[in-house]
């Protein structure tokens, strides 16, 4: 099994990659205010996948769960990822007023980077 280190890696450095790409963007676009809140978003998508990668990374080398010990876990994962989405979300917009687009923007490109590793990981797995 490979080390949660190990397991992480690629997946951080793309989405560091492409949240970098669009903050430059909105860096020339709107200034720093704008691109301070795309990294922000990449931020809490970071988190986002940390937490799910924590949480599967937990479940894959520890011992053999029952089918309702599966399930209850995907259900509180899913269940605190969603919280600390909404969390990160309020305290970006509402506290600390970051711009909403820019903050949205770099939450979905940081999420891109997940949606990328989960199609390049079962093209490798598939045969043609």
């Known amino acids: 099994?490979?080390?949660f280190a190990h397991v992480i890696r690629r997946?951080?450095?793309l989405q560091m990659v492409l949240v970098a790409?669009?903050?430059?963007?909105?860096?020339l676009r709107s200034g720093t205010y704008a691109?301070?809140?795309v990294w922000f978003g990449g931020l809490t998508a970071t988190l986002n996948i940390l937490l799910l990668l924590w949480r599967s990374h937990r479940a894959a080398s520890g011992p053999a769960l029952s089918?309702?010990?599966?399930?209850?876990?995907?259900?509180?994962?899913a269940l605190e990822?969603?919280?600390m989405v909404m969390m990160l979300f309020a305290l970006g917009m509402g506290l600390l007023k970051l711009?909403?687009?820019?903050l949205l923007s770099g939450f979905?490109?940081?999420?891109?980077a997940l949606i990328l590793m989960g199609r390049k990981g079962k093209s490798a797995n598939h045969v043609v």
């Not at 790409?21 to 860096?27: D, R």
């Not at 089918?67 to 994962?77: C, E, K, N, P, V």
């Open 11 to 13: 997946p951080i450095a």
């Open 108 to 112: 979905v490109v940081g999420q891109l």
């Open 67 to 77: 089918a309702g010990q599966s399930l209850w876990a995907l259900y509180r994962t």
């Open 35 to 37: 691109a301070v809140s």
């Open 81 to 83: 990822r969603f919280v």
């Open 21 to 27: 790409v669009v903050s430059v963007f909105f860096y």
């Open 99 to 102: 711009d909403p687009f820019a």
């Open 1 to 3: 099994m490979a080390s």
